[in-house]
């Protein structure tokens, strides 16, 4: 099992490079930064929340671990 702080951590290490990325592909699509930076927001915010989630649900569940 994970601690709280580790799986913090691995969220927002994730969320930062997807906020690059999205950036950098909002641009892309609205040829504007700040559009494609306000997107990148948003969907930087609901990601991190998801992958919260979605690892603290993991880290409960003990299929196909080896401990």
Known sequence: ???RARTLVKSVLWTAL???VM???GLAFTGSLVV???MALVNAVIGF???????RVW???GWGRYE
């Open 18 to 20: 997807g906020l690059v």
């Open 1 to 3: 099992m994970e601690t």
């Open 59 to 61: 880290a409960r569940i």
């Open 23 to 25: 950036a950098f592909v």
């Open 36 to 38: 494609g930076s306000g």
């Open 49 to 55: 929340l998801t992958y919260m989630l979605y690892e």
